[in-house]
């Protein structure tokens, strides 16, 4: 099923800016465990990002729907400005003192090595790996939509510039959410597949943010501590980071036959964030 046949929107990658200056190292005041659980994506998702691009720009030959081509370009625009962002952010901490680079590097060889490109492959493993990528992208959706209603993070007082990259891309990903799911069912769609992805992916990602706030947490410049399970929890009752039974919620739909991305998000509180984010209304201004 393409994403045409579900809404009509125009994907456009948007030329972002942070400034970073201010930042304190813990953004949301009060909530270290937190900050680092949600600083996870700036030093995960660059590499992940970048190998989206990669991937998607393989298959750009072989799509024979001209709506879904222009999709996936838009699609590869705007994950390759992901990347660019959540990357200052990581400079950012870096210059902070939170050294980041050894994390970055384990990201690096599961994306370029691991999951990177085969040679004798064949189309067979570059579906494979847009199977694992609509399986990510399923939880990047409800990641997205999360943070656009995360009120708690306002009421805790978060960096501002923090809150906006982090809306922003949110609204990004629940906007082309179907993409990658639509892309997969184009050239294969088994549901075989889908279900095995989905299966490798999930206890990657956990593995992803329990390894990356524990790393995190031991190297805060400002108070080394370690992650638990209790902060965790005490952080999601009060609505700062996604709770269990949210991220737990959201396994089940994938696994239906009959599931489309656009079951999850929600299209138009996106594209209102889009409109008002200081960062995305400087990047369509006219320059």
């Not at 995960?44 to 799509?63: C, M, S, T, Y």
């Not at 490798?200 to 990602?205: A, E």
Request: charged share 25%.
């Amino acid at each position: 099923m393409n994403s045409a046949d579900h809404e009509q929107i125009v994907l456009h990658a948007r030329d972002v800016k942070f400034d970073w200056a201010a930042l304190p190292v813990h953004w949301i005041p009060g909530e270290p465990q937190a900050t680092h659980s949600i600083n996870v994506l700036h030093i995960a998702l660059p590499e992940g990002e970048r190998w989206f691009v990669e991937v998607f720009k393989q298959a750009v030959p072989l799509i024979r729907d001209e709506r879904l081509k222009e999709d996936v370009l838009g699609f590869i625009g705007q994950e390759a400005m992901h990347a660019e962002a959540h990357d200052g952010a990581a400079e950012h901490l870096e210059a902070a003192g939170l050294r980041v680079r050894p994390y970055v590097a384990q990201m690096e060889w599961l994306f370029r090595r691991l999951l990177g490109d085969r040679p004798g492959a064949g189309e067979e493993w570059l579906v494979e790996r847009l199977a694992l990528i609509a399986a990510i992208e399923h939880y990047t959706a409800f990641l997205g939509q999360w943070v656009l209603d995360a009120k708690a993070l306002d009421a805790a007082g978060s960096d501002p510039t923090m809150l906006d990259l982090l809306r922003w891309h949110g609204a990004e990903e629940v906007e082309h959410r179907s993409v990658a799911y639509d892309l997969f069912c184009h050239l294969d769609g088994r549901y075989s597949r889908r279900v095995r992805s989905m299966a490798v992916v999930t206890p990657v990602l956990a593995w992803v943010f329990v390894r990356g706030t524990k790393f995190l947490m031991r190297n805060d410049p400002t108070r080394p501590g370690r992650a638990s399970w209790r902060a965790y929890l005490k952080a999601a009752k009060k609505g700062v980071v996604p709770a269990p039974r949210e991220l737990l919620r959201e396994i089940r739909p994938y696994f239906r036959r009959s599931h489309h991305p656009t079951e999850t998000g929600n299209t138009d509180q996106a594209v209102a964030y889009l409109a008002s984010s200081p960062a995305a209304r400087a990047a369509d201004a006219p320059k």
